[in-house]
């Protein structure tokens, strides 16, 4: 093994957390069952690092071997960068036909001609999934394993979720999908987020989009204060309405976790106790960013419970019914 990937290794291994490495290892196809036996998963994770790297040098293991381990554990751990999600256009006849055979092949045949030094590898996971890692050189220098590019395509979908991708290498990876895919092209859908599953789920609609028309109605006191029936009968349909509404934007059951929503304004100012802003001749400009650890279920929340206004705003529905989380706002609109 040679200098670099022992550095390979030495990151994987720190970034691995120690309960699931021996769950990993034990994926990896490289070690005999000796191997696996002598490690000992109780030790300091230098020392079991130093093991391991022994016995990949008894082995003969090389930095191919390696990219396989990180690729399992990333694939079972998938949350560890920001995803992008893109939306190839303008399929050609033959593209629902694609097999995974040809488009391995015909993935590494567009990019090799593209890039000279480049590593690629694909696998194909459980869930039908393509998994596709990329390190990248250039014509002088070899592929650089520490920052690669992860790729997730469902074939027979024109959707691709891209990690780890630079400005300087994206439009070669765009090219070598599209081509590969048979497709005319691919656009950013302005989806983003550490949780690939849920920006996935959301981008490809596999959420429930089933909205009710019934729904449990609040549970009732034990010694209820006598109330106006009439007040009673208004204030329940008000609940009713507002879960409805609050279901058709935002979905029912379980949501994907999306973690955040992005406006970017570009408007022109509008306050008349501002002159000096309102006249100006170029846009106002500023960010309004929601957070949350599960936006979707709190915005429902807050329609729902009556702390936002009915009925909700497209700029807020438009995240699960465009598939964004990223939006430009003029005055010409979204």
């Given at each position: 093994?040679?200098?670099?990937?022992?550095?390979?290794?030495?990151?994987?291994?720190?970034?691995?957390?120690?309960?699931?490495?021996?769950?990993?290892?034990?994926?990896?196809?490289?070690?005999?069952?000796?191997?696996?036996?002598?490690?000992?998963?109780?030790?300091?994770?230098?020392?079991?690092?130093?093991?391991?790297?022994?016995?990949?040098?008894?082995?003969g293991l090389r930095v191919k071997h390696i990219t396989e381990l990180e690729m399992i554990y990333i694939i079972e751990n998938p949350n560890?960068?920001?995803?992008?999600?893109?939306?190839?256009?303008?399929?050609?006849?033959?593209?629902?036909?694609?097999?995974?055979?040809?488009?391995?092949?015909?993935?590494?045949?567009?990019?090799?001609?593209?890039?000279?030094?480049?590593?690629?590898?694909?696998?194909?996971?459980?869930?039908?999934?393509?998994?596709?890692?990329?390190?990248?050189?250039?014509?002088?220098?070899?592929?650089?394993?520490?920052?690669?590019?992860?790729?997730?395509?469902?074939?027979?979908?024109?959707?691709?979720?891209?990690?780890?991708?630079?400005?300087?290498?994206?439009?070669?990876?765009?090219?070598?999908?599209?081509?590969?895919?048979?497709?005319?092209?691919?656009?950013?859908?302005?989806?983003?987020?550490?949780?690939?599953?849920?920006?996935?789920?959301?981008?490809?609609?596999?959420?429930?989009?089933?909205?009710?028309?019934?729904?449990p109605k609040p549970l009732q006191e034990k010694n209820p204060v006598p109330r106006n029936p009439n007040i009673e009968k208004e204030q329940?349909?008000?609940?009713?309405?507002?879960?409805?509404?609050?279901?058709?934007?935002?979905?029912?059951?379980?949501?994907?976790?999306?973690?955040?929503?992005?406006?970017?304004?570009?408007?022109?100012?509008?306050?008349?106790?501002?002159?000096?802003?309102?006249?100006?001749?170029?846009?106002?400009?500023?960010?309004?960013?929601?957070?949350?650890?599960?936006?979707?279920?709190?915005?429902?929340?807050?329609?729902?419970?009556?702390?936002?206004?009915?009925?909700?705003?497209?700029?807020?529905?438009?995240?699960?019914?465009?598939?964004?989380?990223?939006?430009?706002?003029?005055?010409?609109?979204?």
């Amino acid at each position: 093994m040679d200098d670099s990937t022992k550095r390979l290794l030495q990151r994987l291994m720190r970034r691995i957390p120690s309960q699931m490495l021996q769950t990993i290892l034990d994926k990896w196809a490289h070690l005999s069952r000796e191997d696996l036996h002598s490690l000992d998963f109780t030790q300091p994770k230098w020392v079991l690092t130093e093991h391991l790297l022994a016995l990949c040098e008894e082995n003969g293991l090389r930095v191919k071997h390696i990219t396989e381990l990180e690729m399992i554990y990333i694939i079972e751990n998938p949350n560890q960068g920001m995803w992008h999600g893109f939306q190839l256009l303008d399929a050609e006849e033959d593209a629902p036909s694609i097999e995974l055979t040809q488009f391995k092949e015909q993935f590494k045949a567009n990019l090799t001609e593209l890039i000279s030094h480049v590593s690629i590898k694909i696998k194909k996971h459980t869930d039908e999934a393509i998994w596709i890692r990329v390190a990248w050189g250039d014509n002088f220098t070899k592929p650089y394993h520490l920052k690669p590019t992860y790729v997730v395509h469902h074939l027979q979908t024109p959707y691709v979720f891209v990690t780890g991708v630079t400005s300087k290498h994206k439009p070669l990876l765009n090219q070598a999908l599209v081509l590969a895919t048979r497709y005319s092209s691919m656009k950013d859908a302005h989806l983003s987020g550490r949780n690939l599953t849920a920006i996935r789920d959301l981008l490809m609609r596999q959420y429930q989009q089933v909205f009710p028309t019934k729904h449990p109605k609040p549970l009732q006191e034990k010694n209820p204060v006598p109330r106006n029936p009439n007040i009673e009968k208004e204030q329940a349909e008000n609940t009713e309405n507002r879960l409805q509404m609050a279901c058709e934007a935002f979905g029912d059951g379980t949501l994907p976790q999306l973690q955040k929503a992005v406006y970017k304004l570009e408007t022109k100012f509008r306050d008349n106790s501002n002159k000096t802003l309102t006249g100006r001749e170029e846009p106002f400009r500023g960010v309004v960013e929601f957070a949350s650890t599960n936006l979707l279920e709190s915005l429902r929340h807050c329609v729902s419970s009556g702390m936002a206004s009915t009925p909700v705003t497209p700029l807020l529905s438009s995240i699960t019914q465009k598939g964004r989380n990223y939006f430009v706002i003029t005055d010409k609109g979204v």
